[in-house]
């Protein structure tokens, strides 16, 4: 069969993208970097040769599934992990991990956990002020003010953490880890236990929060939803090598392998003895089509709907055409249509 919706294999791919989004303008303020980064564990190279920077009120996702090296690289960017090749630059300094240090880590970084790790038989108000204990009570009641209010949880500061809803301890979470103005925010999937519209109103006020403090966030997650949403910057993370940097838009739109475009979705994949079938001129070998855009025209490819599921906002479809099978998202649903693809991106 030519087309495919979903790709199932995971080759490897044949570019190393550690470096493409590696900005060259000296003007720009990178507060913390990982560079050639390369860690091995019980004999697997988890992570090879990693470049990444983080800029000051940016929010860079670190995106790819379990296993692909993700939370590794988070420890070692926070001095917690050892790396055994490369270095990781805090405002420009290389900084030591655990070998080096007796107290691994560093104030300036860090970290907030998927599982909220927050003191229980605590209210909200004690849980913040326990990372704030070895400053003045003069500005701990000033800091906890303004936390209570940066992440609208000032009505919940005199409750019991063990009241509290999984949105609510992940804003008490984050907000701790915030305590101490901090430089640089890594978060480690911390959203995967909350509902989607918990998830989108923390993941937008995550972003805020990056531009109001001017904090750097490092955002691990295998959602792409997340990175659409929240990010300046993506990296997807596969088999332990950095195959794709950019924007988001500009990754989704020309994710330039399979690996990565299957992370965002169903896709069309056409090869290239059937471009001139549907449209398509590129020199590639196969490209890929987002249903979204196989779009319904008055005059274009004939085509019958096999199957539809209503999903809230539009339909998607299976249609055939040509004796090949696409999936398709529109507004209505169609037993005939005439059908046109009008975008695709080169694999």
Do not use: C
Request: proline residues 4%; negative net charge; hydrophobic residues 35%.
């Amino acid at each position: 069969m030519i087309l495919e919706e979903r790709f199932t294999g995971y080759p490897t791919p044949d570019k190393d993208f550690s470096l493409i989004f590696a900005s060259n303008d000296s003007s720009v303020k990178h507060i913390l970097a990982a560079k050639n980064i390369s860690k091995t564990f019980e004999g697997r190279n988890i992570l090879q040769n990693i470049s990444l920077r983080l800029k000051k009120g940016d929010v860079h996702v670190l995106l790819g599934p379990s296993g692909s090296g993700k939370t590794s690289l988070l420890r070692i960017m926070a001095g917690l992990l050892d790396p055994d090749e490369g270095s990781v630059l805090l405002d420009g300094e290389v900084i030591e991990g655990p070998n080096d240090r007796l107290v691994p880590g560093y104030e300036e970084i860090s970290i907030a956990h998927q599982d909220f790790r927050l003191k229980h038989k605590m209210t909200v108000w004690e849980n913040i002020r326990y990372e704030l204990l070895a400053y003045t009570k003069d500005y701990q009641t000033e800091r906890l003010e303004t936390l209570l209010k940066l992440f609208r949880i000032e009505h919940l500061k005199d409750k019991d953490i063990s009241l509290l809803s999984g949105g609510e301890k992940q804003r008490v979470a984050i907000s701790r880890a915030m305590a101490h103005e901090p430089d640089v925010l890594l978060m480690d999937e911390p959203f995967s236990n909350l509902d989607l519209g918990t998830k989108s109103s923390l993941l937008s006020e995550i972003r805020n929060i990056a531009q109001a403090t001017q904090t750097a966030i490092l955002l691990v997650t295998h959602d792409t939803r997340d990175a659409l949403e929240v990010g300046d910057i993506v990296s997807v993370l596969h088999e332990g090598k950095i195959i794709r940097q950019g924007a988001p838009k500009e990754v989704y739109n020309n994710p330039q392998s399979e690996v990565v475009a299957n992370l965002f979705g169903p896709f069309n994949l056409v090869k290239k003895k059937e471009f001139k079938k549907f449209g398509i001129v590129s020199k590639a070998e196969k490209v890929g089509i987002w249903p979204e855009n196989v779009t319904p025209v008055k005059d274009g490819i004939k085509a019958k709907r096999v199957s539809s599921t209503f999903m809230g906002h539009y339909w998607k479809q299976e249609i055939s055409m040509s004796k090949h099978t696409f999936t398709m998202y529109s507004n209505s649903e169609s037993d005939q249509l005439n059908v046109q693809v009008v975008d695709y991106f080169d694999l």
